[in-house]
């Protein structure tokens, strides 16, 4: 048996209405960018972005078999973006638009961690939210925790997110490989 250690994190949920907010631009330093749409992700790039990004902030919820995960990742509901830049994957968002509840959820939202510092976290969730409230929701969410990178809670408030709820909870420690 394995031994799991269990780590305590703080979650915030929040959410932002519609209208979307402008574009804003990628860098202007001579490189070339393109936001992707990815209906149809092989379930090992999908890894890939989700391992390279959530390995340091402890994301378990996409441990999942393959059959399960494609079945999750290539639902309708779920819309995947990658950001590629000079042909390099330098970020991604997910999100899930739940028609019922007239919501829409940014699922995961990541710079890689080689595009670090680089700026691109902002205009890449200006995208993100664009997206999401595309879907004709009546409001975003998302959701962050204290494990997360450092930032993302601050980007996410000065994007126009309000938190709405504070919650704690256990997670599994990743240990590194």
Same mark, same amino acid.
């Given at each position: 048996?394995?031994?799991?250690?269990?780590?305590?994190?703080?979650?915030?949920?929040?959410?932002?209405?519609?209208?979307?907010?402008?574009?804003?631009?990628?860098?202007?330093?001579?490189?070339?960018?393109?936001?992707?749409?990815?209906?149809?992700?092989?379930?090992?790039?999908?890894?890939?972005?989700?391992?390279?990004?959530?390995?340091?902030?402890?994301?378990?919820?996409?441990?999942?078999?393959? @059959?399960? =995960?494609?079945?999750?990742?290539? /639902?309708?509901?779920?819309?995947?973006? !990658?950001?590629? $830049?000079?042909? +390099?994957?330098?970020?991604?968002?997910?999100?899930?638009?739940?028609?019922?509840?007239?919501?829409?959820?940014?699922?995961?939202?990541?710079?890689?961690?080689?595009?670090?510092?680089?700026?691109?976290?902002?205009?890449?969730?200006?995208?993100?939210?664009?997206?999401?409230?595309?879907?004709?929701?009546?409001?975003?969410?998302?959701?962050?925790?204290?494990?997360?990178?450092? @930032?993302? =809670?601050?980007?996410?408030?000065? /994007?126009?997110?309000?938190?709405?709820? !504070?919650?704690? $909870?256990?997670? +599994?420690?990743?240990?590194?490989?």
């Amino acid at each position: 048996m394995i031994p799991v250690t269990l780590i305590k994190a703080i979650v915030t949920q929040l959410i932002i209405y519609p209208p979307a907010r402008p574009l804003l631009p990628w860098p202007d330093d001579g490189r070339v960018y393109a936001l992707v749409r990815a209906p149809n992700i092989p379930v090992g790039f999908y890894r890939y972005l989700y391992d390279t990004v959530g390995k340091a902030h402890h994301w378990t919820s996409r441990h999942l078999p393959d @059959a399960r =995960l494609a079945q999750e990742i290539h /639902s309708p509901s779920i819309g995947i973006h !990658v950001l590629y $830049v000079d042909g +390099a994957p330098a970020g991604w968002f997910e999100t899930e638009h739940k028609v019922q509840l007239r919501e829409t959820r940014i699922v995961h939202f990541a710079v890689l961690p080689d595009f670090h510092g680089q700026k691109l976290a902002r205009p890449l969730l200006t995208r993100a939210i664009e997206a999401g409230l595309s879907t004709g929701c009546e409001v975003l969410s998302l959701e962050t925790n204290t494990l997360d990178h450092p @930032a993302a =809670l601050r980007l996410y408030r000065t /994007s126009g997110f309000e938190a709405v709820g !504070v919650r704690e $909870v256990l997670t +599994a420690a990743i240990e590194p490989r």
